[in-house]
């Protein structure tokens, strides 16, 4: 599962392995609302994989109906948010994608796990999202590691794309503000 | 011109476009005007219904695709224009019944009722073929003068629903997907 450009090395490895890892599912448009860790995927994108399409939504309940839009036209899309974003998609997910069992591919910045949040705006839907997921059958697995990464989200696409559900893969803070070392809080 | 009359009118010029019609009375008008297999009906979702035809037009540039939206709805997701107009999607046209009330759910007035110009947002958003059309000869023309994505806001008298579609929402996903050619196993390859 090799990608067929060589990553930048200059971008930290959970954010390579997370651009495999999408493209090895066979998933070429990614939709997503930005969020500070996942500028680094996007550089990713940008920079070592051209043939994926990123496409900027406005909301996060957007990004879900356009990649439910692009899975009837026949392509297996990616989104990407931040946690704080799927409590904007929850009616698209649970009275579109799930009923009509159309499946995406999610990447969550996760914002908001024990370890280290400092804003209590993100608390209480970090610490809910697992959960959240549970209650409305969304298949979902954290990344542990950045040697995980390309693992995780190529196995996630496959539970996604072949059993017409929602997967998501968690990305915790945990393991990107470690690789980014940003010494500075943040509000996004 | 009701919102079936005005329905009526774009399934019959529709040809074999891709149609997505918003929850409620739009998805009821569009099976009551011709249930046919390139035609997708919402049932929940409210809001979301041009975010899916605007992906649906970019993963198929070569297929028309039209939105039937309604004012309520489009107003939950006024930025959904911004992204059409940042995308430019050439095959995509969003056509609004704007009856100036949430009808669905008792005829409760929205905005629009009371001035709000939702072909003027479109335009602010970059979409430039935006436009407000009264009378069906008002609509005919609209949908075969404008270029580019389009939005025409249709305003309409509403009119009592007659029929429903089907509440098998896979079904319905299944024949709308091989209708456009993608048969689901045909993108369930190994990756």
């Known amino acids: 599962m090799s ?19 999408v493209r090895a599912t066979g998933s070429r448009d990614v939709v997503y609302v930005p969020d500070n860790p996942l500028s680094h995927v996007l ?34 899309p990616t989104v990407m948010c931040q946690s704080s974003g799927i ?12 009923p009509y069992q159309i499946p995406v591919l999610v990447v969550v910045s996760w914002r908001g796990d024990d370890v280290g949040e400092w804003n209590a705006a993100q608390r209480p839907m970090g ?24 693992e995780t989200v190529r196995r996630m696409g496959e539970t996604a794309f072949r059993t017409h559900t929602l997967g998501a893969c968690l990305l915790p803070r945990a393991l990107t503000t470690r690789a980014t070392a940003a010494a500075t809080p943040s509000a996004s | 011109m009701t919102r079936l009359d005005a329905t009526r009118l774009i399934v019959g010029l529709a040809g074999d476009a891709a149609i997505i019609a918003s929850l409620g009375h ?83 007035e929205t905005p629009t009722a009371h001035g709000a110009d939702l072909a003027a947002a479109a335009r602010a958003m970059r979409i430039a073929s935006a436009v407000t059309v ?19 806001v249709a ?27 993608n048969a689901q196993s045909s993108i369930l390859n190994p990756p």
């Open chain 2, 155 to 181: 305003k309409v008298e509403e009119s009592a629903p007659v029929a429903k579609p089907s509440l098998d929402y896979v079904g319905v996903k299944q024949r709308f997907m091989a209708a456009l050619g």
């Open chain 1, 3 to 21: 990608p067929v450009f060589q990553p930048s090395t200059l971008s930290p490895a959970w954010a390579t392995g997370i651009c495999a890892g």
């Open chain 2, 134 to 152: 009264r009378s069906e000869a008002e609509l005919t023309a609209a949908l075969a003068a404008l270029q580019g994505p389009r939005v025409i």
């Open chain 2, 26 to 108: 739009p998805a009821y008008d569009l099976f009551a005007a011709g249930d046919r297999p390139r035609n997708f009906y919402t049932w929940g979702s409210m809001g979301v219904a041009t975010s899916i035809g605007l992906g649906l037009a970019l993963a198929r540039p070569n297929i028309l695709v039209i939105v039937l939206d309604g004012d309520g709805s489009l107003l939950m997701n006024l930025g959904s224009l911004a992204t059409i107009g940042l995308q430019q999607p050439a095959n995509l046209v969003i056509v609004v019944m704007d009856n100036e009330q949430y009808a669905t759910t008792g005829g409760q």
């Open chain 1, 43 to 76: 550089r990713v994108f940008e920079s070592d994989y051209r043939d994926v399409r990123l496409i900027l939504a406005t909301r996060e309940e957007e990004a879900f109906g356009i990649a439910a839009g692009l899975y009837l036209g026949g392509r297996t």
């Open chain 1, 87 to 98: 409590g904007n998609s929850l009616n698209a997910i649970t009275s579109l994608l799930v």
């Open chain 1, 127 to 150: 610490q809910a999202i697992r959960s959240m997921f549970d209650a409305i059958g969304v298949a979902h697995a954290t990344i542990a590691s950045a040697d995980a990464a390309l």
